[in-house]
């Protein structure tokens, strides 16, 4: 293969840098869109995630586990419910809680939590609005370790003192929310 003589990817990178020059003469940017709208995600967009603490146990004789995750949240617009995704999962405890923690707790409304199979997705509504700002979403639930290459599995084998067990991970992202709510 030929390369390219210096000087003529010298021009290329001119060129392209050139394309990115602005003017006295060019028009001012427009605004960028909101903080909202900038979040990537099938999910609506007034919450971004900020940080996930998680945590789960696996009880591989019964193809199960409990989980629990913590999300640190922003609130980029005023809400009253969270909608997540999360698949094959069954939740206990929610709690949500303002300034990473340290503030009063918001309670769910009396639906609570509402868990839709079909978009894997998993909807909690809270009693009041949570205002703009940081939060700190707690989430307890349980799962099932998988026998195919889905989320947390499990695949036996034999070995020199019989079967075993050993439990391995897919996360794709439609296999991730088998695991955890995300």
């Given at each position: 293969?030929?390369?390219?003589?210096?000087?003529?990817?010298?021009?290329?990178?001119?060129?392209?840098?050139?394309?990115?020059?602005?003017?006295?003469?060019?028009?001012?940017?427009?605004?960028?869109?909101?903080?909202?709208?900038?979040?990537?995600?099938?999910?609506?967009?007034?919450?971004?995630?900020?940080?996930?603490?998680?945590?789960?146990?696996?009880?591989?004789?019964?193809?199960?586990?409990?989980?629990?995750?913590?999300?640190?949240?922003e609130?980029?617009?005023?809400?009253?419910?969270?909608?997540?995704?999360?698949?094959?999962?069954?939740?206990?405890?929610?709690?949500?809680?303002?300034?990473?923690?340290?503030?009063?707790?918001?309670?769910?409304?009396?639906?609570?939590?509402?868990?839709?199979?079909?978009?894997?997705?998993?909807?909690?509504?809270?009693?009041?609005?949570?205002?703009?700002?940081?939060?700190?979403?707690?989430?307890?639930?349980?799962?099932?370790?998988?026998?195919?290459?889905?989320?947390l599995?499990?695949?036996?084998?034999?070995?020199a003192?019989?079967?075993?067990?050993?439990?391995?991970?897919?996360?794709?992202?439609?296999?991730?929310?088998?695991?955890f709510?995300?």
């Amino acid at each position: 293969m030929r390369s390219l003589p210096l000087v003529s990817l010298l021009a290329i990178t001119a060129c392209l840098l050139a394309g990115c020059a602005t003017t006295r003469d060019t028009q001012p940017a427009a605004p960028p869109p909101a903080a909202a709208a900038q979040i990537p995600s099938q999910l609506p967009r007034n919450i971004r995630p900020l940080h996930y603490s998680i945590s789960v146990a696996p009880d591989a004789a019964n193809l199960r586990f409990t989980g629990r995750t913590d999300i640190c949240i922003e609130v980029l617009e005023a809400t009253d419910s969270l909608t997540l995704h999360a698949a094959e999962l069954e939740f206990g405890e929610v709690s949500i809680a303002s300034s990473g923690g340290r503030g009063a707790q918001v309670a769910l409304s009396p639906t609570g939590t509402e868990v839709d199979a079909d978009a894997q997705t998993a909807t909690f509504r809270f009693a009041r609005p949570l205002a703009p700002g940081r939060y700190l979403l707690g989430l307890n639930y349980s799962g099932r370790i998988n026998t195919q290459a889905a989320g947390l599995f499990a695949l036996d084998y034999q070995d020199a003192q019989g079967p075993k067990r050993a439990l391995f991970t897919q996360f794709e992202a439609p296999d991730a929310r088998r695991f955890f709510p995300s």
